[in-house]
Structures are given as C-alpha cells and as structure tokens.
C-alpha cells in the first residue's frame, strides 16, 4: 500500500534541507568573498611567497571547486524535490566540468 506522508512532514524536511542548502551556499560565498584576491589582483603580493609560483594551478583549482559546489548545491537540491529533468542533467555535466578542472589545479598544487 502507497501512503503519502503528512504534508506537514513533507514542508519540515524541505525547511530542513532549505536550512542546510542555506549555511552551505553562505559558506561558499564566504569563502569566495574572503579568496576572491587571488582572481583580482594578480600581484606577488596578493599571492605571497608560497602561492605565487604555483598560481598556475591555483586559479584553476579556487574556480573549478566553487563551480562544482554551487552546481552540486542546485544538484542536491534538484534531487531532494524529485525535480530531476534536463538541468539537472546539463548541471550533472557542470558539476563534473568543475571537479575536472579543480582537480587538474589541485594535482598541479600538489607537484
């Protein structure tokens, strides 16, 4: 037998993944806010010492993974709702476009 959930049920969790997807999204901005000087000013002073010879894969690497998490946040978001259609696919290829490119930064960091 199929039984609908309540749908005071359904409103409190779809409040719960708002509040969730919320701090996550303010994290990301946050983060991009406070190490957005490292794709505006493009100086040895903003990079310092450590950064600055590997700026190279740094750039790639900040960009790529606030891609993937912003559309990993639409994805999850998608998801939960059970609105998967064609942005979610089109944001699925976004997603993996992102960790591709963070990740090709991140191995070059790595070197």
């Not at 749908?7 to 708002?18: E, G, K, N, Y």
């Not at 406070?34 to 690497?61: C, E, M, V």
């Not at 998967?84 to 960790?99: C, D, I, S």
Request: aromatic content about 12%; charged content about 10%; overall charge positive.
């Amino acid at each position: 037998m199929n039984v609908a959930a309540p749908a005071s049920r359904v409103r409190d969790s779809h409040l719960a993944l708002i509040a969730v997807l919320a701090v996550l999204g303010l994290t990301l901005l946050w983060f991009v806010v406070q190490k957005a000087h490292y794709l505006t000013d493009y100086s040895q002073a903003s990079y310092t010492d450590y950064f600055w010879p590997r700026r190279a894969g740094l750039i790639p690497h900040l960009a790529g993974g606030a891609l993937a998490i912003a559309a990993g946040l639409v994805q999850i978001w998608l998801g939960f709702t059970n609105r998967v259609g064609a942005l979610h696919h089109v944001l699925g290829r976004v997603y993996a476009t992102g960790v591709l490119i963070g990740s090709i930064g991140g191995f070059y960091l790595a070197l």
